[in-house]
C-alpha cells in the first residue's frame, strides 16, 4: 500500500486493514474512542471579559477553559475536563465586571490581574524560541 493511500484511509476513519494489504475496514462503530482528558484549566483569552452583570440572576462561570460562550459555562468541561466544574454565583447588585478568563485567577470569577503573568509566561517561551 502506497503512503499516500495510507495517510488517505487514516484522516477517512479507515484505521484497520484487513489481511491483504489493499482492503480496508472501517473501524467498528463500538470500538472505544479515546478522548483526552484535561484536569488543568485552560487559558480561554489573555485578557478579562467585561461583562454586564443583573443582581438576583445566577451565572455559571466557565472553570474549565474549554467553553465556546466564555466567560460563561457552556458544558464543555464535561468532556474536555470533567474534573472541573463551573463555578456558580449570584451578583447582589446590577454591575458590570471584569470576569477571568486565563483561569489563573484567586478570586474566581473576577479578575484579578494574573492574566498578565499568563501574557509574561507566552511572550518569555516565545522569545527563548527565537533562540533555539
Known sequence: MSAFRLISALQAGFLRTSRSPHLLQPVSACAVQWRPQSSEAVPAARLPCRVKLS??????WCACGYSKKQ?????????QAPSISPLRFTPDKDRTVFLCACKQTKNAPYCDGSHLKVIYRDVVKAVKGLFK
Open 71 to 79: 466567560p460563561f459555562c457552556d458544558g464543555a468541561h464535561m468532556k
Open 55 to 60: 443582581a438576583g440572576k445566577r451565572y455559571a
